[in-house]
């Protein structure tokens, strides 16, 4: 067999006679050789070191080791140690130096020769480590960089590292040792404005400029165009898109726009207006579809197919110039034209109402008499024509009662503006005889029926009318706006660990037909109740449409529904602690002694605390009037198109769930816009025999 050659650990150590046998401690020869392989080439400091702590053993005959020599790993540790031992020792000899900055200018160069060099080479550690272990080759390195440091320190007078475990010193000393650089720096190319005058460590610098990026990163376009003006005036657009990571485009515009308009300006743009971003477009369109800016109909042919999908229409409940300035009063932050305003109203939001019903008198009322009032001033010209006029309610209100109201201000008990009339404001600066004729309309009451009444008589008769209307009026648009506002703010607030807001109402009932029928069936049909519930939690919204073939809207009802909707909160929403129902104040159905009572063991038959909301006197309107609308239009298009065929409140419940489940189907969607519930009048009946009366009769 031939011999082959072995990379033997060239280390002096492994040649040492032992004393006992007189013969070397580790054999090259054998079937079992002791001297182990060398793997870790050293330089010629680490030989140096070698030989003369081991000059004994070379003299002896041991061959001396020279750079490019290999050794064991158990020798390569050793040397580690003895270096790390022999910088100890040579720092324990170094003098104490002063700790505080010295002057720059009295920094000892004199090490540096006329090249810049120092006498220090650093091609000296430059070690062949390619076959050291990791944690061996972390070692090293690390005893490198000290010494390292250690040079840079002592020729700067700082002092020296000592304990590599105090890093935060170690920092302090670099940030010292760069300063004084800088300032070197600037003293020899006579630099005007100091390099590094913001006293910032290192470390600080280097989370400022990552956050700077996370900033550029994080902002829309034009914000990005003006955090590049920031960039130094020596960058070029390659460096500038290098150091940012952005386009070639925006680091060209960044530049141009530093150079015209200095650093952080504005970027302008000449052509056309900007779109909209999309969470103000989002906002407007939410705004629209708010409640007090429109309402969803309650009829049934009102309903569009928006992407095959139903929705309810809603007509505005005001103008469109007062709609944009109620949005810029709650929105002023938010820059949008009026044009633009308009143009982004919702396609299920219509600015012409057609004939309504279900209105509030007293709003109606005040809202007559100010519609004749401005009629007359302007058929006689008591206003000039470049004066846009109109007299509101919320003007006269906004007029008489005190800049910052209270609630005596709206009870009419106040000493300040409890003294004002609508009178007054309406004759200021008007000049118009008080006996002149002209004609109003009023809602009146006359024989247990309600009609509206046309009026004529004199201007004072008019005056008086409307200041006795004033003070219950006025007392009504106080809780009428305080209500709303409470309304929105529930909703605003609720969310899955606190409350949910539960809107009900009683939608009109859906009769049915069939597409060909005989006459004498037009005059006894029959009929199906739809009860509508909104669940609002958070930014989530649930529909409900409860089905039944019982005919009675009253108490018992609505308490067999609110067991269901119990059910359907429990089961996608288990952490809501308190439910607060929202109504209108129908007497039959809600604002009753006996819902009242329910409501009192509300915790106690169903398991969870509610509470109840009831909006003010003829404005319950809200987004479940086109939950039943579209309902019930969905089952008419079906009947008349497509032959459908819906005979009882039962077949009516299976269409509605089965198009509602289609619809989620087509759109993607896991659960339906609407979800369907049947209820038998057999179960109302069966409640309240058996458990609402003896309780209601106690």
């Known amino acids: 067999m031939p011999y082959i050659k072995q990379?033997?650990?060239?280390?002096?150590?492994?040649?040492i006679i032992d004393s006992v046998t007189g013969k070397k401690k580790f054999v090259k020869t054998g079937k079992n050789p002791t001297h182990p392989v060398g793997i870790h080439r050293i330089n010629a400091d680490s030989a140096q070191i070698i030989n003369k702590q081991y000059s004994l053993v070379i003299?002896?005959?041991?061959?001396?080791?020279?750079?490019?020599?290999?050794?064991?790993?158990?020798?390569?540790?050793?040397?580690?140690?003895?270096?790390?031992?022999?910088?100890?020792?040579?720092?324990?000899?170094?003098?104490?130096?002063?700790?505080?900055?010295?002057?720059?200018?009295?920094?000892?160069?004199?090490?540096?020769?006329?090249?810049?060099?120092?006498?220090?080479?650093?091609?000296?550690?430059?070690?062949?480590?390619?076959?050291?272990?990791?944690?061996?080759?972390?070692?090293y390195n690390n005893e490198q960089a000290r010494t390292k440091l250690n040079l840079v320190f002592e020729l700067l007078n700082i002092p020296t590292i000592r304990d590599v475990r105090r890093s935060k010193n170690i920092r302090q000393n670099v940030d010292r040792a760069c300063s004084i650089l800088y300032k070197l720096c600037d003293m020899l190319v006579d630099c005007t404005i100091p390099l590094n005058d913001h006293q910032l460590s290192m470390n600080d610098a280097s989370e400022l400029l990552s956050g700077l990026k996370k900033l550029f990163h994080e902002s829309g376009e034009d914000e990005q165009i003006r955090l590049l003006t920031i960039s130094p005036d020596g960058w070029g657009r390659t460096v500038v898109e290098k150091w940012f990571g952005c386009t070639e485009h925006q680091a060209r515009m960044g530049l141009h726009l530093k150079i015209n308009k200095g650093v952080l300006a504005y970027p302008e743009y000449s052509n056309g207006n900007k779109p909209l971003p999309d969470n103000t477009v989002q906002l407007i369109k939410e705004f629209y579809l708010s409640d007090g800016i429109s309402r969803a109909s309650a009829r049934k042919r009102d309903v569009i197919h928006i992407k095959k999908v139903p929705f309810p229409v809603q007509f505005m409940e005001m103008t469109g110039r007062e709609a944009y300035q109620q949005f810029k009063s709650e929105y002023p932050n938010v820059v949008v034209g009026k044009s633009s305003f308009n143009s982004l109203r919702p396609r299920q939001v219509k600015c012409l109402a057609p004939a309504d019903t279900c209105l509030c008198i007293y709003h109606e009322n005040f809202y007559l008499l100010l519609k004749s009032w401005n009629k007359m001033l302007k058929e006689k010209s008591l206003i000039k024509d470049d004066v846009e006029l109109i007299i509101t309610d919320k003007y006269l209100v906004n007029r008489i009662v005190c800049g910052i109201p209270g609630e005596d201000c709206y009870n009419g008990r106040c000493d300040t503006c409890g003294i004002i009339s609508p009178s007054d404001i309406l004759l200021q600066n008007i000049m118009i005889d008080d006996d002149e004729q002209f004609s109003w309309s009023q809602w009146i009451t006359a024989n247990n029926k309600i009609d509206l009444l046309h009026i004529n008589g004199s201007v004072s008769s008019f005056l008086d009318e409307i200041n006795n209307k004033w003070k219950q009026f006025l007392l009504h648009w106080y809780i009428t706006t305080v209500q709303k506002e409470y309304i929105k703010s529930i909703r605003l607030n609720s969310s899955f660990t606190t409350h949910i807001v539960a809107q009900l109402d009683f939608a009109e009932n859906y009769s049915i037909f069939y597409q060909r029928e005989i006459q004498s069936y037009h005059w006894n049909n029959d009929q199906v109740t739809i009860f509508t519930v909104q669940l609002k939690v958070g930014s989530v919204h649930k529909n409900i449409v409860i089905i039944s073939n019982y005919m009675l809207h009253?108490?018992?009802?609505?308490?067999?529904?609110?067991?269901?909707?119990?059910?359907?909160?429990?089961?996608?929403?288990?952490?809501?602690?308190?439910?607060?129902?929202?109504?209108?104040?129908?007497?039959?159905?809600?604002?009753?002694?006996?819902?009242?009572?329910?409501?009192l063991h509300h915790l106690r038959d169903f398991g969870i605390q509610a509470c109840w909301t009831f909006s003010s006197t003829g404005h319950g309107k809200g987004p479940i009037d086109g939950l039943g609308a579209s309902s019930k239009s969905t089952a008419t298009r079906s009947v008349k198109s497509s032959g459908t065929v819906i005979s009882s409140a039962k077949e009516f419940y299976e269409f509605t769930k089965q198009y509602n489940e289609n619809a989620a189907k087509l759109s993607g969607n896991n659960e339906p816009p609407i979800n369907a519930f049947y209820v038998d009048s057999t179960t109302v009946e069966a409640t309240y025999q058996n458990f609402l009366k003896p309780r209601w009769d106690k």
């Not at 990379?7 to 040649?15: A, G, I, R, T």
């Open 7 to 15: 990379n033997w650990c060239m280390h002096p150590y492994h040649d």
């Open 59 to 139: 003299e002896s005959g041991s061959r001396e080791v020279c750079e490019g020599d290999k050794i064991c790993t158990s020798c390569l540790r050793r040397l580690l140690n003895d270096e790390k031992n022999q910088d100890h020792n040579d720092l324990d000899n170094v003098e104490m130096m002063n700790t505080g900055e010295e002057d720059p200018s009295n920094v000892d160069i004199g090490h540096y020769d006329d090249k810049g060099d120092t006498e220090y080479d650093n091609s000296k550690d430059d070690k062949n480590i390619e076959d050291l272990p990791s944690s061996q080759e972390r070692t």
């Open 554 to 599: 009253n108490t018992a009802f609505v308490y067999v529904a609110q067991s269901i909707i119990v059910n359907y909160i429990k089961q996608h929403f288990p952490f809501i602690q308190i439910i607060n129902y929202l109504s209108d104040g129908a007497g039959s159905q809600f604002k009753n002694n006996y819902n009242m009572f329910n409501l």
